[in-house]
T-cell receptor, first 111, second 115 residues
């Protein structure tokens, strides 16, 4: 597609539950990025992929967060045992070159 | 440490006035991006600046990059209410060379344009 698609739009989870977010990058883009935007508007990089390979995972809280980009499937970001501080908007972006195009985001609320 | 600092963080302007938002970054990069975000929405790409001295203009917005000073500016000319939004600068510190690094964002400048 011509736009980055993210599902679901909103996700509500109780503390300790699992959350899974999906991202379909723009067709032909080989890089995918996940960012977290918390309430103060600050963006935090989580992880990036080059095709199905992890490119940079320096921002990932590894104990509870995991991500995959498998061929012919949407990329996914999974949070095991969510915590209140995981409440944020999670943006996916894709790129083929210098510019990153952002999806509409998934708002995760942990109660 | 890789840092991107924007100022001001809040900007209240009157319609018709001019103003500049500043974006400083901590170490060498020649890939700087400006985005606009409306409340509850995603990031809209405004400008991509890829070399020292780059200047780009779109409507009432003009962005420039000085890689030696590690400074980018977003200049607003004759502001109108429709420009009210949060503006982010973001820097790719990866060094390019064909790869694509993650972005480090400034904290954003919340612009409010009043009649």
């Amino acid at each position: 597609g011509e736009e980055v698609a993210q599902t679901p739009k909103h996700l509500v989870r109780g503390e300790g539950q699992k959350a899974k977010l999906y991202c379909a990058p723009i067709k032909g883009h080989s890089y995918v990025f996940w960012y977290q935007q918390v309430l103060k508007n600050e963006f935090k990089f989580l992880i990036s992929f080059q095709n199905e390979n992890v490119f940079d995972e320096t921002g990932m809280p590894k104990e509870r967060f995991s991500a995959k980009c498998l061929p012919n499937s949407p990329c996914s970001l999974e949070i095991q045992a969510t915590k209140l501080e995981d409440s944020a908007v999670y943006f996916c972006a894709s790129s083929q070159g210098t510019e990153q195009y952002f999806g509409p985001g998934t708002r995760l609320t942990v109660t | 440490e890789l840092k991107v600092e924007q100022n001001p963080l809040f900007l209240s302007m009157q319609e018709g006035k001019n103003y500049t938002i500043y974006c400083n970054y901590s170490t060498t990069s020649d890939r700087l991006y400006w985005y606009r975000q409306d409340p509850g929405k995603s990031l809209e790409s405004l400008f991509v600046l890829l070399s020292n001295g780059a200047v780009k203009q779109e409507g009432r917005l003009m962005a420039s990059l000085d890689t030696k000073a590690r400074l980018s500016t977003l200049h607003i000319t004759a502001a109108v209410h429709d420009l009210s939004a949060t503006y982010f600068c973001a820097v790719d510190f990866s060094g390019g060379g064909g790869s694509q690094g993650n972005l480090i964002f400034g904290k954003g400048t919340k612009l409010s344009v009043k009649p």
